[in-house]
């Protein structure tokens, strides 16, 4: 358990570094007027101080990796889906895109049920839906026909 979080911390300390790195290009602003590097900024700053806390938290139990296996075939599965999510994002849209790669994810998965799949690809959906192309207003096409 406690190697989980030390694995945990060092990714989180990992990508709020390198996020960091790449976020000290941009002009921070002020406190009255935020310049577009003043969010990156604190957030990346939140993913080292919490990955540096999950660090220092795992340091003090004894720190025991799993004995168990990985299971490849579900790492795979798991690729596969962002795979194929990248893949059909642009050529098919995001009604096709969503459900492809959640499915794919889902075999991934053991102890589902069907209903709880389609429950989970209908509101997934739904939701990325309504955040990325009515909220957000990025050009993600909905659906492409004649592909």
């Not at 694995?7 to 790195?21: A, D, W």
């Not at 310049?35 to 939140?46: K, V």
């Amino acid at each position: 358990m406690r190697a989980k979080e030390l694995g945990g911390g060092l990714v989180m300390l990992s990508i709020g570094l390198l996020f960091l790195s790449q976020s000290f290009s941009l002009p921070i602003g002020s406190w009255n007027h935020p310049g577009p590097g003043a969010l990156p900024n604190l957030y990346s700053i939140c993913l080292v101080c919490g990955g540096a806390v999950l660090m220092w938290r795992s340091s003090f139990q004894g720190v025991r990796w799993p004995s168990g296996t990985i299971n490849l075939f579900q790492v795979a599965l798991l690729f596969g889906a962002f795979v194929v999510f990248a893949l059909l994002i642009r050529s098919a849209g995001l009604l096709i895109a969503a459900p492809a790669a959640l499915g794919l994810a889902y075999v991934a998965a053991s102890g589902r049920s069907v209903p709880e799949l389609v429950i989970l690809i209908i509101g997934i959906t739904a939701g990325s839906v309504l955040l990325f192309t009515y909220a957000l207003g990025l050009p993600i096409p909905l659906i492409v026909l004649g592909w």
